[in-house]
């Protein structure tokens, strides 16, 4: 369990790194952009490249989030419950959510290769996609993941920092 629990928790940096570097690329651009508007020169592909970073963001940075435990958590009513019944909630969430992401994770792998085998480019850029679809069906994977490993702890809780 150890060994999951780190390779995890390796996988979710590496995709960390990951949506940093897509947070820089997209910041960059965005502030080059208004920057050119000034001379009346904006980049015209902008926002295709933005929508491609901006959805690479989201799916790499879920399993580091759940990891953390960093979510927004909505829980009025259930922190009234007893513990024995937040955990029970808590698993059956990890493997509702854990099912439903991966199955997300394998339609949009299943999707980038018809988008290769097809060859079908992007609208403006006209550049090939499909790695970006790849990329976030791993993130979702990552996510999927973490949560099943999250489902693990619950069933089997063992000492350890979740840093």
């Known amino acids: 369990m150890a060994f999951l629990n780190r390779l995890c928790r390796l996988i979710n940096r590496v995709f960390l790194i990951f949506g940093g570097l897509s947070v820089l690329a997209l910041t960059f651009l965005a502030t080059g952009n208004v920057l050119l508007r000034v001379f009346d ?10 929508s491609f970073l901006g959805a690479m963001i989201t799916a790499f940075s879920l399993g580091y989030t759940q990891r953390q435990k960093d979510h927004i958590i909505v829980d009025i009513v259930s922190s009234r419950y007893p513990e024995k019944v937040r955990n029970t909630l808590d698993v059956v969430n990890y493997i509702t959510v854990g099912i439903f992401f991966s199955i997300v994770s394998w339609h949009l792998f299943k999707w980038a290769l018809r ?6 480019l992007s609208e403006n850029l006209q550049i090939v996609y499909y790695p970006f679809v790849m990329a976030m069906a791993a993130g979702f994977a990552a996510y999927a993941l973490t949560l099943f490993v999250d489902f693990l702890n619950c069933l089997l809780p063992i000492k350890e920092d979740r840093a």
């Open 115 to 120: 988008l290769k085998d097809s060859g079908e």
């Open 41 to 50: 020169m904006p980049f015209r592909w902008t926002y295709e490249i933005v």
